[in-house]
């Protein structure tokens, strides 16, 4: 099957979602990067020159997601953060999932969580 001559990217078809918290407000350029820890295969290689090639079983990676100042998910995020941070055993660990619904990628993770607080700026116009 061949890919079509003309096709259609729409970022208002790519739906992000923490637990029930449904990301909105993006800000102009890179709204969602995905970056993975690791590489999916390592390599060893003898002291006589084979090499080895060693799977990696770490799956985890690290989201980013650029919201503006404005964004009403902000204050719910926040709200998780805050709540994981105060309450013992993971009271911030929710799913997570990327769909672009253009029909090309999908990614899950059963338990995730806020990592950091974002930077914050305060400028003439709203920013992230």
Avoid: C
């Avoid at 993971?90 to 899950?108: H, W």
Wanted: net charge negative.
């Amino acid at each position: 099957m061949s890919t079509p001559r003309f096709t259609h990217y729409d970022f208002s078809q790519v739906t992000a979602a923490f637990g029930p918290i449904i990301m909105d407000g993006y800000q102009n350029g890179e709204g969602i990067t995905i970056e993975h820890a690791t590489d999916a295969f390592t390599k060893v290689v003898g002291i006589d020159g084979k090499v080895t090639r060693n799977k990696v079983l770490d799956r985890s990676a690290r989201i980013t997601i650029k919201l503006l100042a404005t964004s009403a998910a902000n204050d719910l995020l926040s709200a998780v953060y805050i709540a994981d941070r105060a309450a013992p055993n993971g009271a911030g660990v929710a799913p997570f999932i990327i769909v672009d619904q253009n029909g090309r990628s999908k990614f899950a993770a059963a338990e995730a969580w806020i990592a950091r607080a974002p930077e914050v700026s305060f400028d003439q116009e709203a920013s992230v």
